[in-house]
């Protein structure tokens, strides 16, 4: 017998296209907390390449700087500019396509409210679950598991993550 798969995607990047939303957000919250050590999209493109956080962290900004930062005027910003944020062509039948045999679920810095708003807005309903920023919360803190119990029982026989 064949199992699904779980296939696990990052959301910005391979998904939706939401570099602009994204950097123009961070670099205003960065502007608006007194860091101008990061004013570029190159530079934001580069903090991507790697961990996000342990990338901040390498230019030197405190956990209390970088929760500044990716606070509340952070998520507001996101928020604002959602309806710049679209799938890549393409995505949303492919991914309806892995749904019919697969499970699927989404791990994501992003801000759970935005991607849940996408979902709705583009009717993307083939998710198990969506792992994703909470505000005010260390990230590792802030993942809630409901999953777990629903996918426990259900053998898979890969697990793929797509994305970084």
């Not at 530079?43 to 901040?56: C, H, I, V």
């Not at 230019?59 to 996101?78: C, D, P, Q």
Request: glycine content about 6%; aromatic content about 10%.
């Amino acid at each position: 017998m064949n199992h699904p798969y779980l296939i696990m995607f990052d959301y910005d990047g391979v998904i939706v296209d939401s570099l602009d939303v994204f950097a123009n957000a961070f670099l205003s919250s960065c502007h608006a907390c007194g860091y101008d050590g990061i004013t570029t999209q190159e530079q934001f493109k580069a903090l991507l390449d790697g961990n996000f956080y342990e990338s901040l962290k390498q230019y030197g900004l405190s956990t209390k700087l970088i929760n500044a930062i990716l606070g509340e005027r952070f998520a507001r910003e996101v928020q604002q500019g959602i309806d710049a944020i679209t799938p890549f062509d393409g995505m949303t039948s492919l991914l309806d396509s892995l749904a019919a045999r697969h499970v699927l679920i989404v791990i994501t810095s992003n801000v759970s409210n935005v991607v849940h708003q996408l979902f709705e807005r583009e009717k993307i309903t083939c998710f198990k679950s969506v792992l994703a920023l909470r505000l005010k919360k260390v990230r590792s803190k802030k993942l809630r598991r409901p999953w777990i119990g629903t996918m426990t029982d259900r053998p898979f026989m890969w697990a793929i993550r797509a994305g970084t």
